[in-house]
């Protein structure tokens, strides 16, 4: 009974990858036309941005959504180079993996062996040791959850509340948790905890060259007409290109 059941399971999951096949392997001018098109489309939004930001911050703003959406499709470009599956060929996923961090502030070769472990140990209530600080995935019974004392209970709904999920903790995590090893074993992770120090020292280098090209010019002050015809003064702060 057990084997014929277990049987007709593996005769769906070979139907199931049959019918998949075609998608399994990496399209070359496709994964050129997604990372064209994400690079592209963030590039000139922060442009966008830059120009805008002298006429108006109320137009400025707008445009940072489009830009946030082209950052998450940077994010799973660089996600599918982590598994392999954006190119057939392995330096180039972690090439185009290590281009993307410097966009998503994720330290690629940490982070893509931190998540090969999610993938391996997601919800397996015997193996949730293995998933590290996995703050996304790690699962709890409804017993165990009962057992907690009230205030660890109200600590475990703080923490999946979807406005602190999603709202509150991601900046966290990529502005500055992802800055230093924080689940990365002393032992068999030294290349990954090499890694994040580097993409580190990349930012500092890229973000500081921007700065340096388009720095800060102090606010002017001038003067605008308010609905009663009487004059106010508005201080802009304006983005400069620094002279070649």
Same mark, same amino acid.
């Given at each position: 009974?057990?084997?014929? +059941?277990?049987?007709?399971? !593996?005769?769906?999951? $070979? ?8 998608? =399994?392997?990496? !399209? ?5 036309? =997604?990372? *064209? ?6 590039? &000139?939004?922060?442009? &966008? ?61 940490? @982070? %893509? ?8 140990? @997601?919800? /397996?209530?015997?193996?949730? &040791? *293995?998933? +590290?600080?996995? !703050? ?10 009962? *057992?907690?004392?009230? @205030? ?12 602190? *999920? ?16 924080? $689940? ?15 993409? /580190? ?15 800060? %010019?102090?606010?002017? %002050? ?14 802009? &702060? ?7």
């Amino acid at each position: 009974m057990i084997s014929a +059941g277990l049987g007709a399971v !593996i005769l769906q999951m $070979d139907q199931m990858l049959s019918g998949t096949k075609g998608f =399994q392997a990496p !399209i070359l001018a496709r994964s050129l036309g =997604q990372l *064209a098109t994400s690079f592209g489309g963030f590039v &000139a939004t922060c442009t &966008a941005m830059y120009l805008c930001l002298a006429v108006s911050l109320s137009i400025t703003l707008p445009i940072s959504v489009l830009g946030a959406g082209f950052l998450v499709r940077i994010f799973i470009i660089q996600h599918d180079c982590g598994h392999g599956s954006f190119f057939r060929s392995r330096r180039a996923n972690d090439l185009i993996g290590s281009l993307c961090s410097l966009m998503t502030l994720t330290p690629y070769a940490f @982070w %893509r062996r931190q998540h090969a472990r999610h993938h391996g140990s @997601w919800n /397996n209530l015997d193996r949730r &040791a *293995a998933s +590290g600080l996995d !703050i996304y995935s790690s699962c709890m019974t409804v017993a165990e959850y009962r *057992a907690l004392g009230r @205030w660890r209970r109200c600590l475990v709904r703080l923490t999946n509340h979807p406005i602190v *999920a999603n709202l509150l903790l991601p900046p966290f995590v990529f502005a500055i948790l992802y800055r230093v090893p924080f $689940d990365a074993a002393k032992g068999g992770w030294r290349r990954e905890r090499r890694g994040v120090y580097l993409t /580190n020292l990349a930012l500092v280098v890229l973000i500081g060259g921007l700065g340096s090209r388009f720095r800060l %010019r102090p606010c002017r %002050r001038r003067p605008a007409a308010d609905h009663g015809n009487r004059l106010n003064h508005r201080c802009l &702060a304006v983005l400069d290109p620094a002279p070649l």
